[in-house]
């Protein structure tokens, strides 16, 4: 059984970082992109940010812009854990952050592409 588990969340002030973690387990992802959304109250999920688990090549969404260069996504295989390092945190970065897993290597920006799903984690960022 695929499990992903979301922490690291949590209230931080604008200007500050927080670094979430996605531990997955249950089947080798091998083959897999593993990937970070978030959905912030009365809107769509959104795409955050994707990496490969085997070569580590990430994908941003090319919109918004305001992500770019303040999000980094990175993976530890011996680990079996995904991260999503948050720098600059703004106030509409307050979300809950999930993280999902589909196979296949191709940039996948849309959530229903996505099989399995963590809880998510709550951001909040106080201006």
């Known amino acids: 059984q695929v499990q992903l588990v979301e922490s690291g969340g949590g209230l931080v002030q604008a200007g500050g970082s927080l670094r979430l973690s996605c531990a997955a387990s249950?089947?080798?992802?091998?083959?897999?992109?593993m990937a970070w959304f978030r959905q912030a109250p009365g809107k769509e999920r959104e795409f955050v940010a994707a990496i490969t688990w085997d070569s580590g090549t990430t994908y941003y969404p090319v919109y918004p812009d305001s992500l770019k260069g303040r999000f980094t996504i990175s993976r530890d295989n011996a680990r079996n854990t995904v991260y999503l390092q948050m720098n600059s945190l703004k106030p509409e970065d307050t979300a809950v952050y999930y993280c999902?897993?589909?196979?296949?290597?191709?940039?996948?920006?849309?959530?229903?592409?996505?099989?399995?799903w963590g809880q998510g984690t709550q951001v909040t960022v106080s201006s």
């Open positions: 249950g089947r080798t992802f091998s083959g897999y992109t």
């Open positions: 999902a897993a589909r196979l296949g290597y191709q940039s996948a920006p849309l959530d229903y592409q996505y099989i399995y």
